[in-house]
């Protein structure tokens, strides 16, 4: 896939087929789209910037069917969890497949749970178009399937599920010590049934409780503001959980 950028409006146009490709600004032929050049004309004389898709823009292309995560929070849980090329992570619910396919594209192996049909239909297209080849995704419970992973495997456990709580009371002696559980919810009172929990047991240690805020900005000659229309504010809380 190629990403061609309109210099004159500033929109992003998606070249995935062969032959020529026409949208609103023109015409591009096909031998200048796999010329090489970096910057190539339309018919009516448009310019466009091209590009190699990377992992991002292909994600722009993932079709959507429960809420996405967002990528300000995904990349916060990398940053926080210290999860690499080497880690395992365990995930439920798998959703569209977004944070499924962000982890499998660094880490070593993804184990995804999720219980409604109708999503796995759309993760498994979704990492059919990535090509990610080291992702389980199972139609199953993970409260019922945690407890039959092996002992000390598991470096992340991300949980994206409205009762996140019942999986932190199961015995989560497949996560290494020290492995992170991080839990994404978007109400306080997810995160009270969280704390009820952990403040239970011996086990758990609860590390973090954050949001992630996204500000973009225009800037002109003179001139910077936000850019409102753009603002990402409140998405969800990330509750970030060690095993001791």
């Known amino acids: 896939m190629k990403v061609l950028i309109s210099r004159k409006t500033g929109i992003y146009y998606y070249y995935m087929e062969e032959g020529d490709y ?74 569209s497949g977004v944070a499924t396919c962000f982890f499998a594209g660094i880490v070593d192996k993804v184990r995804s749970f999720e219980v409604r049909d109708d999503h796995i239909k759309v ?23 945690i407890e039959k ?27 290494k010590s020290g492995a992170f559980i991080v839990c994404y919810v978007p109400s306080i009172s997810q995160i009270q049934e969280i704390t009820k929990v952990i403040s239970q047991l011996e086990s758990l240690y609860l590390e973090e409780i954050s949001e992630v805020i996204l500000r973009h900005w225009r800037v002109w000659e003179k001139v910077a503001r936000p850019n409102h229309r753009k603002e990402i504010d409140h998405t969800a809380f990330l509750v970030f959980i060690r095993k001791i």
């Not at 059919?128 to 419970?141: F, S």
């Open 22 to 95: 026409h949208c609103k600004e023109g015409l591009i032929k096909e031998e200048d789209l796999k010329s090489g050049n970096s910057v190539i004309f339309s018919n009516i004389g448009r310019e466009f910037l091209v590009f190699n898709a990377r992992d991002y823009d292909y994600s722009t292309k993932f079709k959507v069917g429960p809420q996405l995560i967002t990528k300000k929070d995904l990349g916060y849980i990398l940053a926080r969890s210290g999860i690499n090329k080497k880690s395992v992570v365990v995930e439920a619910g798998s959703g």
């Open 123 to 145: 993760a498994q297209g979704n990492l059919d178009m990535m090509k990610l080849t080291n992702v389980v995704l199972e139609n199953a419970d993970i409260n019922e399937q």
């Open 149 to 175: 992973e092996e002992k000390e495997s598991i470096d992340l456990l991300f949980l994206d599920m409205p009762d996140c709580h019942t999986v932190l009371e199961k015995n989560l002696y497949a996560l």
